[in-house]
């Protein structure tokens, strides 16, 4: 979350000018004394550290921060003060101001359940991001987007030139709104390798399967005929590999031999929706890092 | 759970005899009055019916019942109440005590927590089985089975020869004792085809993954290199074609990325552990019943 | 989920009039051969069974049934054929036909999260449910129902003579819309004595705590401050005495130290829309069924 | 987890001579610049941090830290140059070895489950603690503690005399042993609150249900009796006040209405038993600080 009413109360003393709030992450090559040479460099901004967690990825020998602080300096000045400290770790580092909707784009086909999911949580201010526009290849979402006053937008993909056509829509679009996120939320299509690369890292599917199960189509009849215990969803960063991008977030629910698989399809929608919501609530939040094929999700 | 002390009171009124307690499991085609049928059976052989469950295979058209009876009559009256039933449907008709313990051989290598597990359950009374041998690959668990005063063998299986000189001991074990399962309790071998066709239906493995997720070996080495976020165990029964035998049961505990492999394989024994007993708890009730490729579970 | 399309195929040979499918749930006295009698009813009335569940009270000595079938005969013809039987056990007995919307009156305040999901899922075909009407004592809501094309009403309920009136209407609603069930979906009134009475076994309340955990006001700030690592939701029958009514459904969810009050109650308001819905789905399937102060769920 | 083969590798260049692995918590009041003062310390140690969490109690003012680093100097040498820090910032400061087995009490009466969870996974390496006595007021559990080589000893409790010479055995033991955690293993005797204040924060019971659920004698009858559908075990710190203390850990298991009291029980002990093994192991990794009535837990 990044309700600032859950923000602590200010610890700065003497500091009277209103506090503006951070995230900061970094990634670098993991060596001793990032965790001093950063937070030296927030005490120079006049800040306060509510939140830091890092980790050390073994393998990669890559290393993993995010902290929030309460700053009395502004952007530039937290910027200044990192400034030195990036450039001798050779760090990859990203500021961003707590609580900033993330631009957001939607694309979606038929299915309405996790659309309507992120936008009433959008709404009621549970997920920070700001959607300016859905993109769907059929119409039957429209009415829905526009009761939350979002955009909508559909053509049909059903040639090779439509498909095209689609996702040059798609990358204007990120273009035109500076969009930070892209989000197939239930897309029925599958994206060209050129687009899977050109939205690298910042485009997120919901997969309606735990994977690495039951992967491609109909995953829900797969699981009836082998009598599966227990079903659920995968949201994952899109790589131009089908279902093999890096995981984000998981759930599963418990399912017994009376369920048609109709039924299975009704219970792991509940399950896409959730973990969509929560795969996209933490890389808004800067919760999500990549290690390689491995993602760092500092909840 | 068998424990007699849960049975509903006698209903049967002017019965002043010690009523008999019976689980009865039938498979048939599916057509209708089998119900009707069956529990006519029940009634002519002064019975109460405790616990009744039913299934259709909407695909196989097979018909599966359990039910739980207090009856007047010993075995021999039950059968017979029974047998022109199972003559005019055509019907698999199973009759066993309520309580009885199951006859159990199990099958280990070096890793303890599975048959601790087992054996604590069976001491505390928790799991109804029986179990005259374990035997083992290796001779590590002699001393935890000899705890629980379980009679242990081990030899080595390192050649050919000495695995089907194994082999031939699990089934001359299983006539000596009239065993009626065989667990896998992490026994590290692939069994030959002709022992899984031998032991068909009455096999039970704890598969250290979440199938069919990561199968084959050192499925949390692969979970943790695509750093997945649930990691889970599957009990199944065993056929020659492996890991892919009807699921029982499944667990799954969530895990972050901060987890090591080795620590990945701590926090999943403790669902090996606890999805194999459960399974071996359901298929010692008889609550366990095969429709083609899928279980039925009758909790 | 009551989808016909879910239901086996006609197992009834030679009958060629489209089948008719039926819920058939009975209370009595537990006493040998209820059953076979029941089953026998259903036999003449050329049903055949697809789905049957019974349980008996150990304690309450009170017999339940469910079952589901398809029969050639119609509503009238089943009853008939079920009426001896009824009689002659003194059978409290209920014939409903499979995926009937249950006509539901929806009570809410300001929170939407619940009516939302209730409202989401009845469109999308996965809530049987018929909602005539929501009632407020907030206009809060009234863009969201009417997005659902649900009639909305409110009227404030801050004076003794206000919430009296409310409840009048409440009634006549009841009355008007013959109304089998009432939800209170983050209703934030104490009900009169007499309306519990009067709604009493078709009132279902969602409580926003993991009864009988922390009771009545702010529950998420008392689990806050005793640092519990598990949050939750109850649906409930409403009885006069608040918060103790027959459990239908409960969910948990984790969570740590670092989450804030609020972050708990966003966190709890996902478990409170699932938890009510699936209360309401069994309820309107007939899957609820009352065994004094416990609830026998056939799910 | 301790286990240092999971350490990562050596990241201080230059340094040969083996690493020492360390756990320093901190508890000091909330204010900038801490985590820079402590990792100062760190790096003036010829220190590697691998693992890092902060909190600030947002109602209390007070901050919490724990890391885990890798030093070249040895335990003096930390200490050395973490002692300016302490006294400028007020801090309660540790400082331990990664994987020092915890010197641990147990207390137990008839009941075996959490005592052999705990032995079981003690042997296997995964739970960092040693067990010089487990001290009984019945003899019922002396063959399991035999079994694992561990000293027991029984007493009976029935008299005020007798308990006061069992909890002066308490104390006695305590200090001959230099205890530093006492676990209630399903120790069923309320202690006297001079006992409980003299172990203040290092003593931990497990509660047979849901705290704040069913507290008192006999919770899973009246689980039963309210008929719930998830029951479930508290793991949480002995105070005067009867199981008021702070929580560390819980867990839950879906039950329905066809389970007996017997049953609810058998499916809690499941839960009590790995609650209870979790909630040690986190004390003993020195992952459980206290903030009030609150438990800060650093997975």
Chains 1, 2, 3, 4 share one sequence.
């Not at 939607?106 to 997920?127: E, I, M, T, W, Y």
């Not at 029925?188 to 690298?200: G, H, R, V, Y």
């Amino acid at each position: 979350m990044r309700a600032s009413a859950d923000a602590p109360p200010n610890r700065l003393e003497g500091v009277t000018s209103p506090l503006h709030h951070w995230i900061v992450t970094i990634v670098c090559d993991d060596r001793p004394g990032i965790v001093h040479a950063v937070t030296g460099a927030i005490v120079e901004a006049q800040g306060n550290i509510t939140e830091l967690q890092q980790f050390s990825g073994l393998e990669s020998g890559r290393f993993f921060l995010r902290l929030q602080t309460e700053t009395a300096t502004d952007h530039g000045g937290l910027l200044a003060a990192l400034q030195p400290v990036i450039e001798s770790y050779g760090m990859e580092c990203r500021v961003d101001r707590v609580g900033r909707p993330l631009r957001t784009l939607v694309l979606v086909s038929k299915a309405a359940h996790c659309l309507n999911d992120l936008l009433f949580r959008q709404r009621s201010g549970q997920l920070p991001v700001q959607i300016p526009l859905v993109l769907g290849n059929h119409p039957d979402l429209a009415e829905l987007a526009s009761f939350y006053d979002v955009p909508f937008e559909s053509r049909p993909v059903t040639t090779a030139e439509e498909k095209t056509a689609f996702e040059e829509r798609v990358l204007r679009a990120v273009e035109e709104h500076d969009i930070e996120l892209v989000v197939l939320a239930r897309y029925m299509q599958i994206l060209s390798p050129e687009l899977c690369a050109a939205l690298e890292g910042r485009i997120i599917n919901i997969h309606h399967s735990f994977l690495p199960g039951f992967k491609g189509a109909n995953p829900y009849r797969q699981a009836h005929q082998r009598g599966v215990k227990l079903i659920g969803a995968t949201a994952h960063f899109v790589t131009s590999d089908l279902d093999e991008g890096p995981i984000i977030e998981q759930n599963v629910v418990r399912v017994d031999h009376s369920r048609s698989p109709a039924e299975l399809v009704a219970i792991g929608q509940d399950e896409e929706s959730r973990t969509l919501s929560q795969a996209v609530t933490w890389f808004a939040e800067d919760r999500v890092l990549l290690d390689g094929q491995r993602t760092i999700i500092f909840q």
